[in-house]
């Protein structure tokens, strides 16, 4: 990074941690801290919602994925547009009419105390999680780029964070979350530039394409049913539709940015802003890991993209069996390239038998890569010791770092920056609103002035804040960070959406049945996950299963234990 | 005997068609999910 790029990134650091601050309104007022007044306007809360879901492991783990996998985890996505749907019919103007802070207050008006505190604590332990993970991505990039250690770099995104978030909660919290989405949408559209620049001249985006898509990067639809396979057309349209209909229903994270919009449709047509621009959003950033593989084909990229493992195995004494490695790698990569060439010019008459063997050569050629680089891998794993250790987070930060232009780099690390800190931003004020609303004000201090309730949820930001900070560190290594931060999140949102079902849609369902549904699902959902005979099944599934279990059990200890009770009537009135 | 002016009535709320967003959606998601599926066949 040279001076520009150092420029950058600190006016970038300054400017949202001042603007953040400065866009707060009465943050003096619960109703001003927690919801913004209920006065955003729709296109502000929808553009916020797309950001805290959008975070730096969406940057940097995705396009890394499309890079080695090609771009079948857009079918996640499938079932979201349906859920924002389901969600604007029933769930928003539901909430917004409860007038509730969190999703988990209106659990006790529906059912009991014990059920809103299991949810509530239950979202703390998982959301505090995954924010850990979600600030552990862009840390280890700077980790690379500044050659600085791993807790260093988390304080660094951490600390700002954490300052804006407490001052100016959620106002502070969304205004940045939109002027972070800008940041990334250019940033990313300068990257898709540089790597097509990158190109070798005279080979069109489309000849690009073709090329990737010779070798599976452009598959992004698997119609089989096969519950092993983590992303199918239907493991995303229906686990995938249980996994957001419960993150953007019932995770306090999202809850609290559509409880801030103006009005009941407001806050719906903030939702379907998710729905209009999520696939087609997260195509594109697929797309660019596609690209990132293309221009690396005429690029010559690193054995392995992860320079600190690569330079403690040479460091070992299995360094000179790394370096054979290398030079079959060096070797393999110049025959892929020429292979790619040829494809290329082949390609102006597919018909031709000529395209059939350039391509046959081209995907063998593809194949002996691919196959040196994961002999690479295993034997970095027993130097490191690092069993879950994947490339693929590497591959776009390598890209930044080596390829793109002065101040450009500096802008890519800034939208890496705004992801990690627009994502993190939004779950630690939900965190602490949670902790404050549904704990600290509902068992430990009822009878809090506000004054005292402000204090204690911004004390909880900063204890949130530090707490990520620690998971992040111990999350650097557990593998894909994509796969890991919805894995975790796949064991927690069957089971609590399944309460909200109860809630919402049997009104027959009593305190009890939610309870004890609730940790019936929970439990079942573990068990399913690491049980050495189902746990190869596809946690996307967990989703589904999770709602089911915790449904069917609910309704029967309901049953068992007597019905609605009296709490219920609180059902009709909200 | 001419009636007394009365106060102007309120502006009604500006009621938003749902229903023509929600089909919206799933149109939009139906064409994205075409032009993966496109971009499928034709680059592969």
Redesign the interface.
Known sequence: MRWLDWSVVIVYLVWVVSSGIRASRRTDELDGYFRANRSLPWWAVGLSVMATQLSAITLVGTTGKAYADGMKFVQIYFGLPIAMIILSVTVVPFFYRANVYTAYEYLERRFDLKTRTLAAFTFLIQRGLSCGIIISAPSIILSIVLGWSLPVTIMVIGLPTIAYTMVGGVQAVTWTDVKQMGIILFAMGSAVTVLIWGLPKGMSTSTALHIAGAVGRLQSIDTSFNLHTDYTMWSGMLGGLFLMLSYFGCDQSQVQRYLTAKSVDSARHSLLVSGFAKIPLQALILLTGVLTFAFFLFNKNPMLFNPVYERQVLASPRGEEYRALESEFDRNFQTRQSAALALADAQKDTSSPAYASARTSFQTAQADVAGVRSRAVKLVREVTGDSTYTDGNYVFPTFILTYMPIGLMGLMIAAILSAAMSASSGELNALATATAIDFYRRHINPKAPDSSSLFFSKAATAFWGLFACVAAYYAANLGSLIDTVNKIGSLFYGSILGVFILALGFKRANGHGAFYGLVAGLVFVFVFAFHPATKSISYLWHNLIGAVVCVVAGLIVSAVTGGSTSQSSAHNRV | MAEPARPAAPPAPVE?N?TA??I???V??VI??LS??W??R???
Do not use: D, G, W
């Open positions: 938003t749902m967003i929600y919206r959606v799933v939009v998601e994205v999910l993966l599926y971009l499928q034709v680059y592969s």
